[in-house]
């Protein structure tokens, strides 16, 4: 059969890509065509018309919405998580061709939707699930805003200092609306300055973003501007990152509903450019303004003195809580509430949100990390295939991406997943601990230089390392007796025949 796929997940990096590659080894084993458009962050190139035409069903492996969906709308489909096209990619490929199969011969439109939608619900596509697709899809979109701008901000720190703060505006209107430009070439300050403020600026874009397009998740271009606006009625108000993430579900929710209405002919070809945004706009602004805007902002200010409180065991457990919720499904939905925590309270700029964005990142580079190493210690213990993702886990790890643990723990997650949750636990602690802090979101290895107390932070990716590694070595150690090793060596063993004999 002729079969279509497309992945995406949250940061469109990793899970998309190792997605794609299990979908089509799992169709070429199964003997069927796979072509599969990858929703990524380096964009993707969509299927042609020849290729939807042709094809007998299609797969939709993503937790954010699937762009431009409707194309597929003849094809029966089958919908599942991105991480169940990576560990479960062959029983999609059945599914997928279950539901062809069961579409008649001639038909265009799919008997089989009975079929689908048991496929659709086996993954869950209730409310809850919606709700995290278009929560993921804001969050998505504001990560490359996050890591260019805090890379910066981290960068004018580094050059200049915290006092670059307090550093003049490269670019300043008088009173007379004449800009001048303060900027000295041959001085690091001046560079500095221009690093932190450009940095600044992109940061600035981080709720706006996330607001708009958890409105475009929900409903589509019609609700990008009364999310924008939303985004940025919340940073005006101050109820910032909440207040964002509330604006995004209002403005989708107002454009849903007004879609719901059937206009007259003459209003029909404005609506999407005209009506829904003058509306929707119009409906999120005030209830911006005038309704929850005050009330996200105290709990804001709530939750910023909650962080800035927080000292001695306090902070240790929340750093443990913390490497637990990043290990837990390794760039999955609460891997992804744990690192947005982290990036919401950098907006506060307090030192105890820039020791949790620390926290969070060593125990993001923890799994891939200890499981590269537990391959170099014990090679014996993993496969081929698992030897060869250990060889990559090591650049992953330091990178940051902690995705690259998925192979590992798809193929034996009873073992594997506790294991990296406890050493991804004892690395946030002591980062925690040790007082490390860290302004970039993202980065890994390559962002030590601009970490408070690096050698510690160090330290303590080392340590929960080495939990992880010794945990997973001992648990699949023990999956065999002794007497099931000589068993084996027996059975395997030419020479040893003899002797058992």
């Not at 886990?393 to 034996?412: H, K, R, V, Y």
């Amino acid at each position: 059969m002729r079969l279509l796929a497309v992945t995406a997940c949250p940061t469109g990096i990793a899970h998309t890509y190792m997605a794609a590659e299990a979908l089509e080894v799992a169709a070429e084993e199964a003997g069927h065509e796979m072509v599969v458009e990858t929703q990524g962050s380096a964009g993707s190139t969509p299927f042609t018309a020849e290729q939807i035409a042709g094809a007998d069903a299609i797969i939709l492996a993503a937790d954010v919405e699937v762009r431009d969906k409707d194309r597929f709308v003849h094809l029966p489909t089958v919908t599942s998580p991105v991480k169940k096209a990576i560990g479960g990619a062959p029983a999609l490929i059945e599914q997928a061709v279950a539901a062809a199969a069961a579409r008649p011969a001639g038909g265009s439109a799919p008997v089989a939707a009975a079929g689908a939608e048991m496929d659709v619900k086996q993954f869950g596509t209730g409310f809850g699930a919606r709700l995290r697709g278009w929560l993921m899809t804001g969050v998505s979109y504001i990560i490359p805003f996050v890591a260019a701008g805090g890379l910066l901000i981290a960068l004018g720190f580094a050059l200049g200092g915290y006092q670059i703060t307090e550093a003049p505006d490269i670019v300043s209107i008088g009173d007379d609306n004449v800009s001048t430009l303060s900027f000295d070439p041959g001085s690091l300050t001046s560079w500095a300055a221009l690093s932190f403020q450009i940095g600044a600026l992109a940061f600035g874009f981080l709720v706006p973003v996330l607001a708009g397009f958890i409105a475009y998740a929900m409903a589509d271009r019609p609700a990008l501007v009364p999310g924008f606006v939303g985004g940025m009625i919340a940073v005006q108000t101050g109820a910032g990152f909440l207040g964002g993430l509330v604006a995004g579900l209002l403005a989708g929710a107002v454009i849903m509903g007004l879609k719901r209405w059937q206009p007259p002919r003459a209003l029909a070809g404005i609506m999407p450019v005209l009506v829904l945004p003058l509306i929707g706009t119009a409906v999120v602004g005030t209830v911006m303004f005038l309704v929850v805007g005050q009330p996200l902002a105290a709990a804001t200010t709530g939750l910023t003195e909650w962080l800035n409180g927080l000292s001695g065991t306090n902070a240790l457990l929340l750093g443990a809580l913390l490497g637990l919720m990043m290990a837990f499904d390794m760039g999955g939905p609460v891997n992804k509430a744990a690192y947005a925590f982290a990036v919401a309270g950098l907006s506060t700029g307090s030192d105890t949100a820039l020791m949790i964005m620390a926290a969070v990142m060593a125990a993001g580079m923890v799994p891939p990390l200890a499981l590269a190493l537990a391959t170099v210690v014990r090679k014996g213990l993993f496969s081929k295939a698992e030897q060869e993702n250990g060889r990559a886990a090591w650049l992953l790890g330091a990178s940051f991406i902690t995705e690259g643990a998925i192979p590992f723990a798809a193929a034996d997650p009873l073992r594997v997943i506790p294991s990296i949750m406890a050493g991804s636990a004892v690395a946030g602690s002591l980062s925690m601990a040790f007082g490390s802090t860290l302004r970039a979101p993202h980065g890994g290895v390559f962002v030590v230089p601009l970490i408070g107390n690096p050698f510690a932070y160090l330290l303590a990716i080392i340590a929960g390392t080495l939990v992880s590694a010794a945990l997973v070595i001992g648990l699949k150690s023990a999956r065999r007796t002794p007497a099931a090793e000589s068993a084996t060596t027996a059975t395997a063993s030419p020479a040893a025949a003899p002797v058992a004999g």
